[in-house]
């Protein structure tokens, strides 16, 4: 059970971290740091949607009666998708983050900006994606528990 939930707490900072530097440094594509960083989160979580999906699928379609039955693999991608949903939040907060970096209310170079403009990035980041920010606090500490 830790074994999956281990795995997926190194695969999905990783698939990420994997993806940013390839995009950033791939000779033909070579993009900027907040480019980067939103496509990356975009592809982490589509390889989360087809591994979800594949894993409905194969589940759905192997058991006989869908309510009644259970399957090994409805169990295990749970334990490895929970680490997923701490990591996305953290993902849609940093490319909150860059997309408030680009329209330039933020230092060009990263440099130090005014006090609190993290606090209000965090506050206009909870503000814009409260529901989704919810949904995924109550996937990972409600429904995955039960």
């Not at 997309?99 to 130090?112: F, I, M, P, R, T």
């Amino acid at each position: 059970m830790t074994l999956l939930f281990a795995v997926g707490c190194v695969f999905f900072p990783l698939c990420f971290t994997a993806l940013r530097w390839g995009l950033q440094n791939h000779t033909n594509l070579q993009m900027e740091r907040q480019e980067a960083v939103l496509v990356a989160s975009k592809l982490v979580s589509s390889v989360q949607a087809i591994m979800a999906s594949t894993a409905g699928y194969i589940v759905s379609t192997s058991c006989k009666h869908i309510i009644d039955d259970q399957h090994w693999l409805s169990s295990a991608y749970t334990q490895f998708a929970v680490p997923y949903f701490i990591y996305d939040i953290y993902a849609m907060f940093l490319c909150h983050w860059h997309k408030h970096q680009v329209k330039g209310h933020g230092g060009d170079d990263g440099a130090a900006r005014a006090p609190g403009s993290t606090w209000a990035i965090a506050r206009g980041y909870l503000h814009k994606e409260f529901l989704m920010v919810l949904h995924h606090a109550a996937m990972v500490l409600v429904c995955f528990p039960l």
